[in-house]
């Protein structure tokens, strides 16, 4: 969620000043709120847990891959390398240099997100305390649900 709030309070910023909202849905800030609901949404789903200090890992690479990869392209902009070209003067290469090495931190980083998601299935580490707190009637089930929990619909008196 961190990294949601910060890459699109960042894109947000350049979105504005831009004028380009397009750029605002396809944000790399998207990429992380998924993650973060997926990583939120897994247990209730499957009933097994993540790996914590892995999910951790994994997301400081990510965060910082991102970081790698689209911040040196900012510098490379106000130096005046235009956009999608193959060939570019040597002056360049360096921050291109950084930028590719980024994307690839990032690459490595969504590719270990699948794994930690296969560890946890294969590991079968299940929910000891629930994450969830018991405000809605889906939550208050056992987990995973079972199909066809519900026959009717029911009251939830607060």
């Known amino acids: 969620?961190?990294?949601?709030?910060?890459?699109?309070?960042?894109?947000?910023?350049?979105?504005?000043?831009?004028?380009?909202?397009?750029?605002?849905?396809?944000?790399i800030g998207a990429v992380f709120a998924i993650m973060g609901s997926i990583t939120h949404l897994f247990p209730l789903f499957f009933g097994m847990n993540f790996n914590s200090l892995l999910l951790k890992i994994q997301f400081f690479s990510m965060f910082i891959g991102v970081n790698m990869t689209f911040f040196p392209q900012h510098f490379l902009g106000l130096s005046g390398m235009p956009r999608r070209y193959s060939d570019y003067p040597d002056f360049f290469s360096k921050l291109n240099l950084i930028s590719s090495f980024g994307s690839m931190i990032s690459s490595l980083s969504v590719i270990f997100f699948i794994i930690i998601m296969l560890n946890a299935m294969m590991s079968k580490k299940l929910i000891l305390i629930s994450q969830f707190s018991n405000s809605s009637n889906e939550l208050q089930l056992n987990f995973p649900p079972s199909e066809h929990t519900f026959n009717q619909n029911n009251i939830l008196i607060k």
């Open 1 to 27: 969620v961190l990294g949601f709030v910060f890459l699109f309070t960042l894109g947000g910023l350049t979105g504005i000043i831009l004028s380009v909202v397009a750029a605002e849905v396809l944000s």
